[in-house]
């Protein structure tokens, strides 16, 4: 049953990919909704009599230099580190027609159906119009608003589920256009399906460290799985599907514009990635060698919580706007904070380190991102504390909150808890993890 199922599913969507792409004729969607639900009379496929998981997480990460310089396509080093958000989806044979995407975070649970997520043909149509995935490449939707397509999306959805259902129809529509699958694809398979998306984060929210990131990078993880699910149940799976790191990064990047509206695409990439990594633009990173691990031991790294949450989005305008009033200022600034990225990542693979050299890049970094006005007076305290006891404090991520970024050497461990004690802040040990997302389980059938 499964063989002539696939062999039919498999001919119909050559044959409508076919019409589409070489003959340019229009084809019709009612004589193949027709064949489609006649191939799909002996579903499901492969049957599935017990709940079935995909468990994955992705861990949050610092900036040790670059941050906001890097969003003008200037380098930064930052690292993941061992604060994760966790996903777990589960498949269970029975109809639902809906989703349940649980937030614990946000104590949020809720069901969505299959009506509201799954967008009408125009969603499609647009994606086709604006030539987005020509050559099945995804690198023109980097540089889409968006909020083209968000407006699409019913007004009357919560707005915690509108990321969500932006990107499960962004990677459907996808899918859909390089296979030619035929929209009825989904809507039968959640006749014998319900799928439930459960993410929890112990990474802050609002914090700079790279909360959003590691939730799309997850979110997007099982929406990768959920489509790789379906599809692989109709051997629509070509070469084409078998690049996963590949469309998570990129994918992941999209859904990251929905919270930042144009990121550097650094959070979704060391999270991906792991380790400690200088980076500029999307693709274009390089691991940091072991030597350099071992050179940050050094210090122990410390996350201090200035108790100010803040909008990365909102920070990263003030950026744009000081750029705008002060250009040379500016742009000398992010030059120079460029330069110290580079001495840096010098420094840190040298078999000369110095602790000394390595405070003072990071006290003129902290310096430059206060000439660009991410810094406040609470930060700007924290961080001179510290420097008066020889510990090279800045902010990470976005500034003007969340938390500061401690290298504490060994020999100043004391000092510290004397000053984290007496001015009562809250501060919590970090380290940085080679591992970067990472699948714990996964017994669903399909592409891994």
Known sequence: MKFRISLVAKFLCQFQMRCIY???????????????????????????NKQLYFKCKSPGKIII??????????????????????????????KSHKVKLILRNLESSLDIDINKLILSEAYLELLKNNKIFEEYELSKIFDLNIFQFINLIDAKIDKKTIQFVFLFNIIYAYFRIITGANENILWDFFNYYTFEIDIFSEIPHGAGLGSSAAFTINLTAAILKIIYFVFAHYDIHNNILDKYEYYLNSFSYIGEKYFHNKPSGLDNTVSLSGGAIVYQKMFMFQMLPDHAYHNLKN??????????????????????????????????????????????????VSKEFRIEEFNDIISINQNLLDIIQVSTIELDNIVNCLKNVGIAGKITGAGGGGFLLAFVPHDRMGVFQEIIEKNGYYAHKCEIVKRGFEIIEDSIIGLK
């Open 299 to 348: 210090f122990n790294i410390y996350l201090i919580d200035s108790k100010l949450r803040r909008d990365t989005q909102h920070f990263i305008e003030i950026v744009r706007s000081f750029k705008e009033k002060h250009s040379k200022v500016f742009y000398n600034s992010i030059d120079s904070i460029n330069c110290l990225v580079e001495e840096l990542s010098n420094l840190l």
């Open 22 to 48: 070489i003959w340019h004729l229009p084809l019709s969607n009612a004589l193949i909704g027709v064949l489609w639900r006649k191939t799909l009379s002996g579903f499901p496929a492969v049957s599935v």
């Open 65 to 94: 230099s670059g941050e906001h310089a890097v969003v003008y396509d200037m380098k930064a080093i930052a690292c993941a580190i061992n604060l994760y958000t966790n996903c777990n989806l589960t498949i269970i044979q029975g």
